[in-house]
């Protein structure tokens, strides 16, 4: 997968057309998400899943410094050490990726500066309201 990362920078790199880099950039990060959840399967000790809180704390600063807000935005991830299976790891993967890309596109025009917070819970602990 890093093979693809690197093959969609080098043809950004000739592309003149705002929205079409744009797209291409969207397109690395996503791949970029897959190939960490990977990369953290491989580096535990068991290949059964990843814990969350370790992806997020991969993720999100690269995706926010990636962005080009290192300097006013800080990323908070709060959770125990749940684990994900591969299986649903990948979804989850993807769906943080678009969930910290939006708060980065979105969230924090210039000059303001904030903190992306995620916080993973296990389902049976969140709290809900009828």
Known sequence: MQVIVSLLNMQSHQIQE????????????RVLAISSIH??????????????TDYARQL?????????LGSRVAVS???DGNKLELERAVP???????LVSNACKHAFPAPRTG????R????????YSP
């Open 120 to 127: 993973v819970e296990p389902e049976d602990e969140l709290l």
């Open 18 to 29: 705002e929205a079409v880099l744009s797209q291409f950039q969207e397109a690395r990060n």
């Open 92 to 98: 989850f993967g993807m769906l943080l990726n678009e």
């Open 39 to 52: 990369e953290l399967l491989y580096r535990s000790e068991s290949f059964a899943g990843i814990v969350l």
């Open 77 to 79: 991830v709060d959770g």
């Open 60 to 68: 999100a600063p690269g995706l926010v410094s990636f962005y080009g």
């Open 115 to 118: 903190t992306v917070l995620i």
